[in-house]
């Protein structure tokens, strides 16, 4: 069974992509790529969900 975690970030954001319809894709600079929540994200309220993380492959 796959395990699924929820981590509820607070942080700030350009304007422009709170004006954006539900469901639309960005990136997020070493991050991941994100989608804007299709229940939750409104006006007021912007909502996006990690849909997969970025690959660390820099030697350490």
């Known amino acids: 069974m ?3 975690s ?6 700030y954001v350009e304007p422009s992509p709170a004006k954006v319809p539900a469901g639309t894709r960005f990136q997020f600079e070493w991050h991941g790529y994100f989608a ?19 690959k660390d492959s820099f030697s350490k």
Not at 37 to 44: A, Q, R, S
């Open 36 to 54: 804007t929540d299709i229940v939750d994200h409104k006006d007021g309220k912007v909502v996006f969900n990690r849909v997969t993380g970025m």
């Open 2 to 4: 796959e395990q699924v």
């Open 6 to 11: 929820l981590k509820a970030v607070m942080a």
